[in-house]
């Protein structure tokens, strides 16, 4: 019976990074706007109904997996603080983020779909900000109880997720890759968060 269910289990991870992969690749070949759900679980070969059943919009296709980014970095946050001083363990952290995205889920095309995106739903996309902004500002001022007050901990953590937004944004209106606009935002991050000019450690 186990071994039936981790079978299941992995047939559905399987279709579920197909739909993100594909997405992803449509997504950079003719555009968010231009892609259908349709094609994409054609793409996948699968139903539109079995894409629906993974998510819930086409829009959630791009969101995929970032909580685990986020926790991902919590973790980091835990790690760094044993040594470095809270700007510096919050950049570390999100440079950490950054690299690991792509064994994350992340596939060409998703960070420039991400940018371009229209709000939609502006409710959705202020609360998975929200949500981000909480979850590494409460684990930064846990991490640094006697040292980080909470409304610094907000402001480092409001740097760091702007600074990825702008940079990114900048870079992929350069003509940059997915990957060149987030080896730019790491090298951003420690400038904004850190103050340093690099993203030496």
């Not at 139903?47 to 998510?55: D, E, I, L, V």
């Not at 700007?87 to 950490?96: C, G, K, Q, T, Y």
Request: hydrophobic fraction near 45%; include cysteine.
């Amino acid at each position: 019976m186990e071994a039936r269910s981790t079978h299941r289990e992995r047939k559905k991870q399987r279709t579920r990074q197909a739909l993100i992969d594909e997405a992803g690749r449509l997504f950079d070949q003719q555009g968010y706007e231009a892609t259908t759900v349709a094609q994409i679980a054609e793409a996948a070969g699968v139903s539109p109904r079995t894409f629906f059943s993974y998510f819930a919009s086409k829009e959630d296709v791009l969101h995929d997996n970032t909580a685990e980014r986020v926790e991902a970095a919590v973790r980091a946050i835990r790690t760094y603080a044993a040594e470095v001083p809270a700007p510096e363990a919050l950049a570390r952290a999100v440079e950490d983020m950054l690299t690991d995205s792509w064994t994350m889920g992340l596939v060409p095309g998703m960070t420039g779909a991400a940018v371009d995106l229209p709000i939609t739903s502006p409710k959705a996309a202020i609360a998975r900000s929200n949500a981000r902004l909480d979850r590494l500002a409460g684990a930064l001022t846990d991490a640094y109880p006697a040292t980080l007050d909470r409304v610094t901990a907000y402001a480092l953590v409001g740097a760091a997720l702007g600074t990825i937004s702008a940079t990114v944004a900048a870079a992929l209106t350069a003509g940059c890759t997915d990957k060149q606009a987030l080896d730019a935002a790491r090298t951003a991050i420690r400038r904004a968060v850190a103050g340093q000019p690099d993203a030496g450690r």
